[in-house]
């Protein structure tokens, strides 16, 4: 499977998660791709080049639905969610105040 084929099903069907609310699980999807995208610097189109693209989708998906908690246990912030705040996070240049 390809991941421009990864549909709502596909993912309620992967989290076991067919009562869980569609907009809540759009809104995953969106971001594992999201997510993909910002960390390998691929664009969209490219992910249909490797099936594993597609289980690493997934597989985001299912960490977001899992761990849908800011902090873990011991008052870590969720890996998943530091990740994605890393990818987006403006650093200065270095000797700028």
Known sequence: MRASNITLDTVKQYLRAEEENDQTLEIFLS????????????????LDDSEDLTAAI???????YDNRQMT???STMNPVVQKI???????????TT
Not at 31 to 46: H, N, P, S, W
Request: proline residues 3%.
């Open 85 to 95: 705040l890393d990818l987006h996070t403006v650093k200065p240049e270095v000797g």
């Open 31 to 46: 971001a594992a791709k999201a997510f993909v995208i910002r960390y390998t610097g691929l664009r969209e189109d490219q």
């Open 58 to 64: 997934l597989t985001v998906c299912s960490d977001l």
């Open 72 to 74: 873990a246990a011991g």
